[in-house]
Each structure stands twice: as C-alpha cells, then as structure tokens.
Nanobody, 118 residues
Framework: QVQLVESGGALVQAGGSLRLSCAASGIFFSINTMGWYRQAPGLQRELVATISGGRTNYADSVKGRFTISRDNAKNAVYLQMNSLNPEDTAVYFC?????????????WGQGTQVTVSS
C-alpha cells in the first residue's frame, strides 16, 4: 500500500509564504507525475501544479507565485507558495502516479489546510 503524507499547511497573512511538503511511502517501483491540487469550500478540486520528468505545469492563477519541485531520492514533492492571497485558501492535496505490482495507480494524500487571512 502506498501512502502520501502532506505537511506545511497553516494560517498565514496575505502576502506571506508557505512551503508544503508531501512524501510517499510504501512498496512501489517508481513515481511518475507528482502534483498538488486544492479544494476550497463549496468548489470542485482543482489542479495547482504538476511535475513530471522535470517538466512543470501550473494553473494560471498561481503562475509566478507558486513553485513545484521534487526530490526523487526522498519520493517527495514540494510546493513553495509566495504572495499568498485569500483566494488561495483551500485544502491542498498531494497527488502521485505510482507504479506498483498492481500497475500504475493514482494516489492522494489526506490534505493539508492553507488559510490566508486578509
């Protein structure tokens, strides 16, 4: 079984920064795409950023403010969030495409709350 555990969510003032971390554990062969999604109250879960083979992809709303990175040796993905605004308030979820004995599967973390006050 593969587990993703996020950390780093907090309450921060507008204009501030946070760094989210997510580490994968368990038995698997490799991890392909890793990413971050978020879900605000009453809204659907949306893509924030993904990273695969060194290539990154960002939602328009976070371009220039957020940076995704990964450490393959630690099976970890990070999200550096700068210039936060109240619209960034949401539960942030880590997502990874993991190759296991059962094949390629998508796993999700439990989420970490980010709250930006105005």
């Amino acid at each position: 079984q593969v587990q993703l555990v996020e950390s780093g969510g907090a309450l921060v003032q507008a204009g501030g920064s946070l760094r989210l971390s997510c580490a994968a554990s368990g038995i698997f062969f490799s991890i392909n795409t890793m990413g971050w999604y978020r879900q605000a109250p009453g809204l659907q879960r949306e893509l924030v950023a993904t990273i695969s083979g060194g290539r990154t992809n960002y939602a328009d709303s976070v371009k220039g403010r957020f940076t995704i990175s990964r450490d393959n040796a630690k099976n970890a993905v990070y999200l550096q969030m700068n210039s936060l605004n109240p619209e960034d308030t949401a539960v942030y979820f880590c997502n990874s495409d993991v190759r296991t004995l059962s094949g390629l599967r998508t796993y999700w973390g439990q989420g970490t709350q980010v709250t930006v006050s105005s």
